[in-house]
Nanobody, 115 residues
């Protein structure tokens, strides 16, 4: 079993920055990649960014150049550095840890960008 715990959400003014953290524990050897998704009210959950075990990162077009995903393998933690936040970045942000046949999800953390 794998446990996924996010932290770091909050309220920030437009143009500000936040860093989200996602720590995994348990059977982490199963994990191939980790990522961040977000879901705004009334919208579908969408990929924000993900990173493979080898460190290859992938971003949604809407966040390229503003968000950076990184991982600290020693701490079993993935980070999402969010800069130049916009009101449209407001959403619940979820971390996922993907294994071969199952994906583990955290409980989510709220990010609110105010105009």
């Amino acid at each position: 079993q794998v446990q996924v715990v996010e932290s770091g959400g909050g309220l920030v003014q437009a143009g500000g920055s936040l860093r989200l953290s996602c720590k995994v524990s348990g059977s982490i050897f199963r994990i191939n990649s980790m990522g961040w998704y977000r879901q705004a009210p009334g919208k579908q959950r969408e990929l924000v960014a993900d990173i493979t075990r080898g460190g290859i990162a992938n971003y949604a077009d809407s966040v390229k150049g503003r968000f950076t995903i990184s991982r600290d393998s020693a701490k079993n933690t993935v980070y999402l550095q969010m800069n130049s936040l916009k009101p449209e970045d407001t959403a619940a942000y979820y971390c996922d840890a993907a294994a071969a046949i199952v994906t583990y999800w955290g409980q989510g953390t709220q990010v609110t960008g105010s105009s």
